[in-house]
């Protein structure tokens, strides 16, 4: 079964929102069972409980607000390949800008909606 940018479009943006609200419920959500993810940092998981890991770690390190936006959106099958920018603020300090590109790779779930199979980080700028 093929897939629509929009539906695509629209698990990019249920991902930005776990992430920003800190929604380990949403995030498990949108993955599969064995959901592969590489961090720009060198981590690499495989398996829900390796994923939301990687998060809870982000969210403990880094307890201020978040704010993800993903654009540049194309659909290639089943990759799919994008831009985005958070910025980001620790409680009392200044706000962090991260910029890269997200490679991620996409299924469709037994629920009918889009699920991330792969999810890859990779940051051109930090700072």
Same mark, same amino acid.
């Given at each position: 079964m093929s897939?629509s940018?929009?539906d695509?479009?629209t698990?990019?943006?249920?991902?930005c929102r776990?992430v920003?609200d800190?929604?380990?419920d949403l995030?498990?959500s949108?993955?599969?069972?064995d959901v592969?993810?590489?961090?720009a940092d060198? *981590?690499h998981?495989?398996?829900?409980?390796?994923f939301?890991?990687v998060?809870a770690?982000y969210?403990?390190?880094?307890?201020?607000?978040?704010?993800?936006?993903?654009s540049n959106?194309?659909l290639?099958g089943?990759?799919v390949?994008?831009?985005?920018?958070?910025a980001?603020?620790?409680?009392g300090?200044?706000i *962090?800008?991260?910029?890269g590109?997200?490679r991620?790779?996409?299924?469709r779930a037994p629920h009918g909606?889009?699920?991330?199979?792969?999810?890859?980080v990779?940051?051109?700028?930090?700072?």
């Open positions: 897939h940018l929009q695509v479009t698990l990019q943006a249920l991902y776990g920003d800190r929604d380990p995030l498990r949108i993955i599969a069972d592969e993810f590489a961090g060198g *981590v998981t495989v398996g829900v409980d390796g939301l890991g998060f770690r969210w403990t390190a880094n307890p201020g607000p978040v704010l993800h936006m993903v959106v194309e290639l089943d990759e390949r994008s831009l985005f920018h958070a980001s603020r620790a409680p300090g200044p *962090v800008q991260t910029w590109r997200y991620d790779h996409v299924a909606g889009l699920v991330f199979t792969a999810k890859r990779l940051v051109v700028h930090r700072g």
